[in-house]
């Protein structure tokens, strides 16, 4: 169940469209940070009351610490009329009719589009990276799933990335993109419309339960399955890392695994770098039943450290940037040069 607090807004740290973060002081003279999701509350400003849910910071969970205004209670109604009449988040006390691309019309085909399917939003900004070293004119299209996150304004990554996106699609009850879909099939051929190449993943925010099947990264299964039916090119992002602790996520985890033998029948590429991680990686797909069933491309790895660098980007996946888990932001880049090859 929930948790709430009322609280006074003190400060506005910064914000930028679609979020604010701020201090707000609770009972007892506690200070806490909290993010506001404008779209969905409007703004606030400092002296105004708020509510805020604080449930995740209570659990201890992977929100950053950071407490979700509900409400401000000093604005006694709110007015922000959508797009359509398409409603993300429905039923609930925050649905909000943000509209839908309904311009697709019979055009169901994404023309041979390469569609790269990511388990981590993490592993985006090391697929653009690639991409844009790789075919720098390509036009870049990030379609965010409704896995993890709902709202698109609260990914860092995705800010930081925007002057590199040709344009962002939010899926399902993600929402705040440059356009809006009810799920990743139409994300996807509206993404078409916009760029030359997708790049499918959750926000921020990954959940898995240590179980083979409870965790949000087995849509990539699906993902794959959605390119292929619409005659895209699929290729796979491999989650891999030799600095986990967790038996599940060494080498290939078993995230990527899984999706890929259990979660789809359509044939996708693999991205591998050669070098130090090629023979693990190929060893681990090998084993666990992937390699025949899915397309192994070699492709030299650009150094994806340096382009991140270049791109002014600071990435961190389980809280390991480049030089803890070199492994994991080579083997991630490796879908963005794989996708490169089928770019004009």
């Known amino acids: 169940m929930p948790?709430?607090?009322?609280?006074?807004?003190?400060?506005?740290?910064?914000?930028?469209?679609?979020l604010?973060?701020?201090?707000?002081?609770?009972?007892?003279?506690?200070?806490?940070?909290?993010?506001?999701?404008?779209?969905?509350?409007?703004?606030?400003?400092?002296?105004?009351?708020?509510?805020?849910?604080?449930?995740?910071?209570?659990?201890?969970?992977?929100?950053?610490?950071?407490?979700?205004?509900?409400?401000?209670?000093?604005?006694?109604?709110?007015?922000?009329?959508?797009?359509?009449?398409?409603?993300?988040?429905?039923?609930?006390?925050?649905?909000?009719?943000?509209?839908?691309?309904?311009?697709?019309?019979?055009?169901?085909?994404?023309?041979?589009?390469?569609?790269?399917?990511?388990g981590l939003h993490s592993q985006v900004p090391c697929v653009v990276a690639a991409l844009r070293h790789a075919r720098p004119a390509a036009r870049i299209g990030y379609v965010m799933t409704d896995g993890a996150a709902l709202p698109l304004a609260l990914s860092d990554t995705v800010a930081a990335l925007r002057p590199v996106l040709a344009t962002t699609v939010t899926a399902g009850h993600a929402f705040g993109g440059d356009h809006e879909a009810v799920n990743v099939a139409a994300a996807l051929l509206t993404a078409r419309r916009h760029a030359d190449v997708a790049v499918v993943a959750m926000g921020p925010g990954v959940v898995g339960t240590a179980t083979r099947l409870g965790y949000s990264a087995f849509e990539v299964g699906a993902v794959i399955s959605a390119a292929a039916l619409l005659g895209g090119r699929p290729v796979a992002?491999?989650?891999?890392?030799?600095?986990?602790?967790?038996?599940?996520h060494q080498g290939v985890s078993h995230h990527s695994r899984t999706a890929l033998a259990l979660g789809t029948q359509e044939r996708a590429t693999i991205g591998v770098p050669r070098g130090p991680f090629d023979e693990?990686?190929?060893?681990?797909?090998?084993?666990?039943?992937?390699?025949?069933?899915?397309?192994?491309?070699?492709v030299e790895d650009p150094?994806?450290?340096?382009?991140?660098?270049?791109?002014?980007?600071?990435?961190?996946?389980?809280?390991?940037?480049?030089?803890?888990?070199?492994?994991?932001?080579?083997?991630?880049?490796?879908?963005?040069?794989?996708a490169a090859t089928m770019l004009p």
């Open 3 to 18: 948790s709430f607090r009322t609280g006074t807004v003190t400060q506005v740290l910064e914000e930028r469209p679609g």
């Open 237 to 248: 992002t491999l989650r891999f890392s030799l600095a986990d602790p967790r038996l599940r």
């Open 20 to 118: 604010q973060r701020i201090l707000v002081d609770l009972a007892e003279s506690e200070t806490a940070r909290a993010y506001v999701l404008t779209q969905l509350t409007g703004d606030v400003a400092a002296g105004d009351e708020v509510v805020v849910n604080t449930t995740a910071v209570e659990l201890g969970l992977g929100s950053g610490g950071w407490h979700v205004v509900h409400w401000n209670l000093s604005r006694r109604s709110l007015d922000q009329p959508g797009s359509g009449h398409i409603m993300k988040l429905r039923y609930t006390s925050l649905q909000a009719d943000t509209g839908a691309d309904e311009s697709i019309g019979d055009d169901d085909d994404l023309d041979g589009m390469p569609v790269i399917a990511c």
């Open 280 to 298: 693990r990686v190929r060893a681990d797909l090998d084993a666990a039943g992937v390699a025949d069933r899915h397309r192994i491309l070699g």
């Open 303 to 338: 150094g994806i450290p340096g382009l991140l660098d270049a791109l002014g980007l600071t990435v961190t996946s389980m809280g390991r940037g480049p030089a803890d888990d070199p492994g994991f932001y080579a083997v991630a880049g490796a879908a963005g040069t794989a």
